[in-house]
């Protein structure tokens, strides 16, 4: 009677194996599993080969770099990953501690009551002659306001809806400068009276009063 012959792979007891397997299995798709099974690979077929004709190591080498290097970039992706994580948690912080705090959109779309007083400036890129500012309301009804002659440089403004008999409802701001001259920035000022985070992430999203809710990286001026 003859005794098989035991070898490195036929030795291995079933729970090792079954517990390699399940480690393969549990993230079959990474850098370190698929090393894993190469080199399970490469001592296979190192016992099996043929003792006058023996493999090149050189392309196994080759192959193990490549692998390595592919490790390496997944270990960098969760670097940054964490990183952005992180960065997004001190904005968050930051932008909490704007609560109370008077700050200045780019937009130029904004609410008005009654009552309610809403500033802001207007950027203006060249000197103009007039400088009118145009509200529209949702039914496209529309109301000048003229701030007279101006040279480039920022114009602040004061839209009284009580003084000027603007009813409460949103309004669209636009700019009408001298012909030829393009629209200009405008921004909006508000205090700042919510910030909430978006539970499928993203920017935090800052409710300035008069403005509504916007995302953070549209302030343009913390600060009246």
Known sequence: ????QYTALNGDSPNAATGANAGVQANANSAQSLENEFLTLMVAQI?????????????????????????????????????MVLMDNMQVLATAGLVGQT???DTNEMALDEDSVQ??????AHASNQVNLILEDEY???SKVPLGAHG????????????LGLPKGNYTVSVELQEGQAQPKILLAGEVEQVRVPS????????VAGVGSVPFYQISQFGS
Do not use: C, H, W
């Not at 090149?56 to 670097?79: C, H, I, P, R, W």
């Not at 480039?152 to 003084?163: T, V």
């Not at 499928?200 to 409710?207: C, D, I, W």
């Open 140 to 142: 496209g009804r529309k």
């Open 119 to 124: 500033s802001g400036k207007i950027e203006l």
């Open 200 to 207: 499928n992430g993203g920017s935090a999203l800052v409710n």
């Open 47 to 83: 016992q099996n080969q043929d003792p006058l004709n023996p493999l090149d190591g050189t392309e196994y080498v080759g192959q193990l770099a490549q692998f390595s290097q592919v490790q390496s970039t997944e270990n960098m992706a969760k670097m940054m990953q964490n990183s």
């Open 152 to 163: 480039a440089g920022d114009l602040d403004f004061s839209i009284d809806a009580e003084e």
């Open 1 to 4: 009677m003859s005794l098989a």
């Open 103 to 105: 700050v200045y959109v």
